[in-house]
T-cell receptor, first 117, second 113 residues
Framework: GAVVSQHPSRVICKSGTSVKIECRSL??????MFWYRQFPKQSLMLMAT?????????EQGVEKDKFLINHASLTLSTLTVTSAHPEDSSFYIC?????????????FGDGTRLSIL | AQSVTQLDSHVSVSEGTPVLLRCNYS??????LFWYVQHPNKGLQLLLK??????LVKGINGFEAEFKKSETSFHLTKPSAHMSDAAEYFC???????????FGPGTRLSVLP
């Protein structure tokens, strides 16, 4: 069964709306989670690394004020797309290593399809 | 720095025939390599991983991959394709001195009846 749960699976909203996406580890504690973005027919691009109890680490070119990440507990990380615009429409996926070792394979959520009108 | 090349953006095979999805990588250090599968509008599922143990790695659903350092390759194979194998496949590399996973561009596998 799923070990990482992502919610919601799909969001359609108006331009200017802020959207929060949740990523939960279901039966393990995840001190680190990863957020990816996937454009249609393209690969996953790492956006940021979410660290429990500390600031997220963003990849080059990712606006930290646009994509707010909060990792307030050992089982939950949230990604908030602030004032979303049509160009933010994408498929967002989170992942976490089941063990505390980030070098081990990631378990991925089912993704969130974000559509901004 | 690591990088991953998947030579074929789309592979089409008939059901029951072999599957070969190619992956080449570059890494400054000894890498770990993974293959993930993604079904439409779904997250990624780990098929198999190579982490410096046996070079021939067996995964789920009958897939396997062979790590060839001399060729910097990690091609994914399956002897007999099934309709349910139709999906997007990603080759992923991570060097053992870093934490970052680098994804290849993906190969879409179509299985024809």
């Amino acid at each position: 069964g799923a070990v990482v749960s992502q919610h919601p699976s799909r969001v359609i909203c108006k331009s200017g709306t802020s959207v929060k996406i949740e990523c939960r580890s279901l039966d393990f504690q995840a001190t680190t989670m990863f957020w990816y973005r996937q454009f249609p027919k393209q690969s996953l691009m790492l956006m940021a690394t979410s660290n429990e109890g500390s600031k997220a680490t963003y990849e080059q070119g990712v606006e930290k004020d646009k994509f707010l990440i909060n990792h307030a507990s050992l089982t939950l990380s949230t990604l908030t797309v602030t004032s979303a615009h049509p160009e933010d429409s994408s498929f967002y996926i989170c992942s976490a290593p089941r063990t505390g070792d980030v070098t081990q394979p990631q378990h991925f959520g089912d993704g969130t399809r974000l559509s901004i009108l | 720095a690591q990088s991953v090349t998947q030579l074929d953006s789309h592979v089409s095979v008939s059901e029951g025939t072999p599957v070969l999805l190619r992956c080449n990588y570059s890494s400054s250090y000894s890498p770990s390599l993974f293959w993930y599968v993604q079904h439409p509008n779904k997250g990624l599922q780990l098929l198999l991983k190579y982490t410096s143990a046996a070079t021939l790695v067996k995964g789920i659903n009958g897939f396997e991959a062979e790590f060839k350092k001399s060729e910097t390759s990690f091609h994914l194979t399956k002897p007999s394709a099934h309709m349910s194998d139709a999906a997007e496949y990603f080759c992923v590399v991570r060097d053992n001195y870093g934490q970052n996973f680098v994804f290849g561009p993906g190969t879409r596998l179509s299985v024809l009846p």
